[in-house]
């Protein structure tokens, strides 16, 4: 089997979460991404993670409500950074991301 023209997977960094994540968003224009998910207690974590050379690091955290189920930048415009975060009682919450 010739694997040179297959689509490669390329492992930058890793990281043990706490949390079951569901979503991960870009964040535009930036090195930086959103993982959202759902804590043990159901509740909702977000994670602003900056992609670094030495690895990832944590800018900020938001638990609150209930899970995170989908995330998206698609109705912000740029330079605004507004997140669409969905979660599994169907209820949307917008953040305002400033990186």
Known sequence: MDTT???QLIEHHNLSLSFTPFA???IPNTANFVLGGQLPSAKST??????????LNELAKIE???????????ASTSP???????????????????S
């Open 24 to 26: 991960t968003a870009w």
């Open 64 to 74: 609150d409500g209930e899970g995170a189920k989908c995330l998206s930048f698609g």
């Open 46 to 55: 977000l994670r602003i993670m900056q992609l670094k050379k030495e690895g």
């Open 5 to 7: 023209s297959a689509p």
């Open 80 to 98: 605004n950074q507004h997140l669409a975060v969905g979660d599994f009682n169907g209820d949307l919450k917008i953040y305002d991301i400033e």
